[in-house]
């Protein structure tokens, strides 16, 4: 039993309201605060923005980059440019600057795209060497090509005709204020969409995230490209406050720092990242004021990612985590899970309207010698539960890699009511209607329930269609961190989210493994109504005969790698090589 | 005149070579990529500047102190995360690397000066000349066969030794390695203490003929982390011919100023694509 507590919902409003109240509190500062002090505070907005943009990439997504400042010193240049050239000063007006950094935003994720591209087949060490390479690469390019600004020697205009003065520090603050909103409120949105749930998912698991109907590809591109854009704009704000950049801004090593520091605060959490902004100001500046050398503040720093590194934490959790217990005694409790969820009425084993909706003709696959599944040949009938059983090692699991596009070089062909699903990439057999899970835990625990069951169903389940079919299952309701459920229940809830995405056929690979015994028997109830309830055929993988023999309309045997035998229960398992294969000699069912 | 720009390459090129290999051992053995492997080299080449130049020891008396601080601090950093981070992702595990790189690039500015200093010369002058007229150095020699002698010593102490063995088992399974009472801790932090020696004596040997500020030196890291990358931070033999590689093309770039800036992507970009051929299999992430 898993007792979990309901809280109100989320208003979809609130990051604007924050973003609103920021500004307005930017303003004020503005107006309190003397002119020539406002540098400082411009500082750490534009470093807030930096570590937002890292982020995504590396705190959402789970990629390590470390080239975020290359993406700031691209934004700097392309602002520096436009606005040396004059390009379009007389169109555009005072506003030729923001147009000038939107284009350094557009031209900066172009470029995130290019250096994440390795990132498609390079993962973790690799992948982190190689974005610092890049880092040192730009840093030995700009060193000799040097920024726009500086060749022409001349600084760049400032946006709507600021002033070079303090004068004009007191504008580039509110500036800086509404644009840091922007970005905060943006990323906001973007980490609870489709895209943000894809960034969370592709850093859990790839395989998870492609069998969810979502391009593994696309989610690693667009965390590097909105990552750059980010740090392109960051670029911007920072030439726009100093009007002449240099490449000693920008390099490798500070790359490095930002990645410590965005590390030690947690910046893929927006207040975080302002928290790592300040400190990235602040302690250099205390250092100042008590007249200790600067570089103790990277001693500081230093010490600081060690700690936060070495305790595998990060502020920023730690201080929601404290806020969440402290909420969750505000809560209702409320029980969830199968044991203790009321009975249901008993449905007959469903039966089948005898059309082959899944049809696998001579399936084989082949590991360099070894053949993991030969020749088999299989239909499952719409409507149905087929159940497939075999010893450890039969090739069942690699009957559903097969299936689902994550064997392309297998021979044999499989059909999906009538159409072809060879060398179809995995998250294109998921979208076109062939569903999986998996043995392992595949739920990205970064997600909510709900977040996870709009993210698998892609649209395909209403709100109250996703809550009737988490309530059949008795997983925790939608707003429920999947943090804190059990690794059973997950694995429920991955079913329930497939269910959710309304496929053909499911193929559930040991979807009751974890359960207790009674939660096998209130598992099994609620298989049985899934064809006739949600319009859903299944291929049931499952060790536990029990629950096999209490949901399937048919069963199939598979033993190394070829069918044994197929048809109704009775007759396959009553069928002596069955027995000899699946229970031993001596054994009986 | 381009064969001398080639061999000009070859002792930057020796010198990633041996922080590639170095950090293939880390790699493979401790489970890190040790963003400071040069920095405690360097730091360790400072003290000894400062013992030679300050308090008037001999040379040799210099290095060998400095060497045995680059050890020590290895160690040190080796010895913090055996202790707090046994069980972290590789990830976490570099994290703290990147931190302690950035801790000692501050620390020497703070206890060295800003003011950069030469170092003592250990290996000085030419030693022969080939016959289109490209001078060979000693420094050249001393560094490659340095690189040669790590890279196959490492190989054959770990296939053939008793302690090598240990080593790998430890490196492959922690925990079973850990149920067969071997000591996992001490054996990680002696890799650490090992790799953190040779990256003194390597500075101390090119020290002297690279350029020697704390921050220029400590980022050697990079291209010897790129030379680790033509291994894919899994043999050797790779990272040491790739670094010679590196070393070999950036010199040979160096003969055509118009070709500057695209010597520097050339390493990346060669490593980038020998790699996604390497790795075009490995499609997702985990086997299954």
Known sequence: ???????????WWLPLAIGGIAIAIGIIIAIVIPADSLFRPTTILVASISLMGLGVVTGTAGMIALCQLSFAAVGAWIVEWFSVNDIWGNIFGNFSFVVYMLIAGVGTAAIGVIVGLPALRLRGVNLAVITLGI??????????????????????????GLGSDFGGDKGIFIFAVVTTALVAIAITYLQHSRWGSSWKSVAFSERGTASAGTSVQVAKLTAFAVSAFVGGIAGGLFDSQITQA????????????????????GS??????????????????????????????????????????????????????????????????????????QAIAA???????????????????????????????????EGTILGLIGPNGAGKSTLIDALTGFLPEHGGTVALNGVSLDKLAPNRIARGGLRRTYQQDRVPPTLSVGAYMRFVSRGQAKPAEIDEILAFFACPPVRTPLSLVDVGTRRLIEVAASIAAKPQVLLLDEPAAGLSHDEHVAFGDRLRQVPSRYGVTILLIEHDLDLVRSVSTSITVLNFGEVLASGTQESVLSNPEVLKAYMGETELL | MWLNNVVAGLTPGATYAIVGVL???????????????????????????????????????????????????????????????????????????????LFLISLAFILFGYRNQPFPTIVAGPLFTLPGGAVVSKVTVVVIVLAIVITVGSWAFLKFTAFGVKLRAVSDRQMAAELLGLNVKMLNVSVWFVTGAIAGITVALVGPSASNDYVTLSSIVIPGAAAALVGAFKRMDLALIGGLAIGA???????????????????????????????????????R
Do not use: C
């Not at chain 1, 700690?307 to 990060?314: D, R």
């Not at chain 1, 089948?352 to 010698?369: M, N, Q, S």
């Open chain 2, 249 to 287: 093309i950036q010199g040979l770039f160096a003969g055509f100023p118009n070709l500057l800036i695209v010597r520097d992507w050339v390493p990346i970009i060669f490593i980038i694509l020998f790699l996604l051929w390497n790795q075009r299999k490995e499609v997702w992430d985990v086997a």
């Open chain 1, 135 to 160: 880092a040192a690469a730009f840093d030995l390019t700009l060193q000799k090509t040097s920024f726009p600004a500086l060749v022409a020697g001349k600084h760049i205009a400032r946006p709507f």
């Open chain 1, 1 to 11: 039993m898993l007792r979990v507590r309901v809280a109100s919902q989320e208003k």
């Open chain 1, 246 to 265: 240099n490449f000693s801004s920008f390099s490798p090593l500070q790359s490095l720092g930002m990645y410590v520091l965005s590390a030690v605060v």
């Open chain 2, 23 to 101: 950090l293939t051992l880390m790699s493979q053995l401790t489970r890190v990529v040790n963003f400071a492997q040069v920095a405690v080299g360097m730091f360790g080449g400072y003290i000894s500047l400062t013992l030679v130049t300050k308090m008037h020891l001999p040379i040799f008396v210099g290095v060998i102190v400095g060497v045995l601080v680059a050890a020590i601090l290895s160690a040190l950093l080796g010895w913090i995360i055996a202790t707090w981070l046994s069980e972290a992702s590789t990830s976490a595990r570099s994290a703290v690397t990147v931190a302690g790189l």
């Open chain 1, 268 to 341: 893929h959490l927006i207040d975080m990242a302002l928290l790592g902004g300040i400190l990235f100001v602040v302690i250099p500046w205390i250092l100042q004021l008590l007249k200790v050398p600067l570089e103790w503040s990277t001693v500081i720093f230093g010490v600081l990612g060690i700690q936060a590194l070495t305790t595998g934490s990060n502020l920023g959790t730690d201080i929601r985590n404290g806020f969440r217990r402290r909420r969750a005694k505000a809560m209702i409790p409320t029980e969830v899970g199968l044991a203790s969820s």
């Open chain 1, 347 to 381: 449905v007959e084993i469903p039966r089948g309207t005898g059309k082959v909706l899944l049809d696998i003709k001579g399936l084989t696959v082949e590991f360099g010698a070894v053949k993991a599944l030969t020749n088999v040949t299989l239909a499952v009938e």
